[in-house]
């Protein structure tokens, strides 16, 4: 499978397993939170759509603050794109609607994946922005 086919896969697997993590559908323990983020590498950089910067570490300490506090909450993915490739490395693009009671939010992001030392996809940086 080619890197892109790997990094929408991987896209689709993280939205679908986070949205059941939100939503408090999935088994709230330490291997599940594991699964979650095994795709993620230790190098990891999220800026968030408020602007804020989450590493790894930080990743790995907000998963459990938030299971269960969505339970209304559908995920949908559109426009899933691959924008650079090369041998170690896809820069991909995706927009996510999240829909709840409360209200809806929509955003746009760029993900960069890189290739790990097994073959497979890596999630190194994604960055979300507000759609407005």
């Known amino acids: 499978m080619d890197l ?3 990094a929408a896969a991987e896209i689709r697997l993280f939205i679908k397993n986070i949205e059941e993590w939100f939503r408090g559908d999935s088994t709230r323990d330490q ?12 190098d990891f950089m999220m800026i968030t759509p408020g602007g804020n910067a989450m590493d790894h570490k930080a990743l790995v300490a ?8 969505k339970p209304d909450i559908r995920i949908e993915l559109h426009d899933i794109a691959a924008h650079y490739v090369n041998d170690d490395c896809v820069l991909m693009t995706y927009a996510e609607s999240q829909y709840r009671e409360e209200g809806d939010n929509k955003r ?9 030392d097994d073959g497979l996809v ?9 759609i407005l």
């Open 4 to 6: 892109a086919t790997q």
């Open 31 to 42: 291997a599940t939170a594991t699964l979650l983020l095994e795709k993620f590498g230790q």
């Open 62 to 69: 907000w998963l459990p603050a938030v299971y269960g506090i």
């Open 108 to 116: 746009i992001a760029s993900a960069l994946f890189v290739r790990g």
């Open 122 to 130: 890596y999630w190194s940086h994604l960055q979300e922005t507000w």
